[in-house]
């Protein structure tokens, strides 16, 4: 798994950034988070990048689901908010 190089994001695998796009991202990152920083159930939204892209979406999104919260969780998912910030460029 690698990891992205823009500060506060949690990375499931993603290209690392030129210093050009990094402020890019971070710039585009902050403003959304501004812009709504609570998902549509009142949780915190946090941003999460992608193989391709860097998304802002509900924190109960990234919570562990097995067990009852876990199916829960599942259920409930389309009622979350989950909004994408930017595209990453390809890998090389």
Excluded: Q
Aim: net charge neutral; charged share 20%; with cysteine.
């Amino acid at each position: 798994m690698s990891h992205t190089n823009i500060p506060g994001v949690a990375a499931k695998s993603t290209p690392f950034l030129s210093e050009r796009e990094n402020s890019r991202a971070v710039d585009l990152i902050e403003r959304a988070e501004r812009s709504g920083p609570y998902c549509l159930c009142g949780r915190h939204m946090i941003a999460v990048a992608d193989d391709h892209s860097v998304w802002m979406e509900c924190s109960s999104r990234s919570e562990p689901t097995t067990g009852l919260s876990g199916l829960i969780s599942r259920l409930t998912a389309f009622g979350h908010t989950r909004r994408l910030i930017m595209d990453l460029p390809s890998a090389v």
